[in-house]
């Protein structure tokens, strides 16, 4: 018996991954078995389009009665024919305190993470997802269309670009990373760090845009979780912002379920520092 689990987690970073075998899988699997079926009331979506933790992504080999891919968010089991209360439903804070963690992200991530539990917990007891209005009329001629369906393809698009893909409208399937085509990657998770690397891609440090449509190109914006993370946004045609993190769906609402009109304001979750507006100038920039 095995266990792949997935933090999901990050937006401009990869998900760290944790490998469970032998006598911890066994041990893992009693913890982790349906339990309790969830009622209709119980069993709400999961916000998976958010920024910060997101849930377990799990893949299992040889478990019974689980599938073979399925998530674990604030204690409930959801995936094929599964809809249930794991048998232990503090299992994500033990997770979070896995050893591996701390020797792939350091001694504060586990700190982080259990942070970003507890306030997954709290956004799932009052989470109700009422869409916006979502308004029509053209501010920004020259910025890319807002187009979900294209991005979110649950495949090779959706999985393979991140923020830093959707926000420059450029497609890798590389998760791209700011600086890498460049040979001046990003060497620490901060404004003064990634804000260079975008440069090195040719992104155009804007930062007196204060929230203005460029004559050309299109606007972005890049925020940190200070040590953790990096995110990117995109200013759309009608003036209002989107984002996509990491290998989740491209949306136009923040954390609290608004719409964007400036991501100074909107609810980032962990990424408190708002960085800079950059440009993007369509065909000028190379990302990988």
């Known amino acids: 018996m095995e266990f792949r689990i997935a933090i999901d987690v990050f937006s401009g970073r990869k998900n760290p991954v944790i490998e469970v075998k032998g006598k911890e899988a066994a041990r893992l699997y009693e913890r982790l078995k349906p339990a309790a ?41 959801t995936g094929p024919r599964l809809s249930h ?14 050893p591996a963690l701390t020797r792939k992200l350091g001694k504060k991530f586990p700190e982080f993470l259990l942070k970003e539990i507890e306030r997954f917990r709290e956004t799932r007891r009052r989470h109700r997802h009422h869409p916006p209005h979502w308004p029509h009329r053209e501010h920004c001629r020259c910025a890319p269309l807002y187009e979900p369906t294209w991005w979110n393809d649950a495949g090779q698009k959706q999985y393979n670009n991140n923020c830093y893909n959707y926000s420059t409208n450029y497609r890798t399937d590389t998760f791209a990373q700011p600086g890498l085509a460049a040979g001046a990657e990003y060497t620490a998770l901060t404004c003064a760090s990634v804000r260079p690397a975008a440069v090195a891609d040719d992104l155009i440090a ?26 990117w946004y995109r200013k759309g045609r009608n003036g209002y912002w989107t984002h996509k993190p990491g290998g989740t769906q491209a949306t136009n609402v923040d954390n609290s379920g608004h719409l964007i009109p400036d991501p100074r304001t909107a609810d980032r979750g962990p990424y408190t520092d708002f960085c800079t507006f950059m440009v993007v100038m369509h065909g000028h920039i190379k990302i990988e």
Do not use: M, Q, W
Request: proline content about 7%; overall charge neutral.
């Open 37 to 77: 079926r969830l009622s209709s009331k119980e069993l709400l979506p999961v916000p998976t389009s958010t920024l910060g933790y997101r849930g377990l992504i799990i893949e299992a080999t040889g478990a019974r009665s689980l599938p073979k891919t399925f998530r674990l968010a604030n204690g409930d089991l």
């Open 85 to 98: 209360r794991a048998a232990d439903e503090d299992l994500e804070d033990f997770i979070a305190r896995h």
């Open 206 to 231: 804007t930062p007196a845009a204060n929230n203005r449509c460029p004559r050309e190109g299109h606007l972005v914006a890049l925020v940190i979780a200070p040590g953790i993370d990096f995110h």
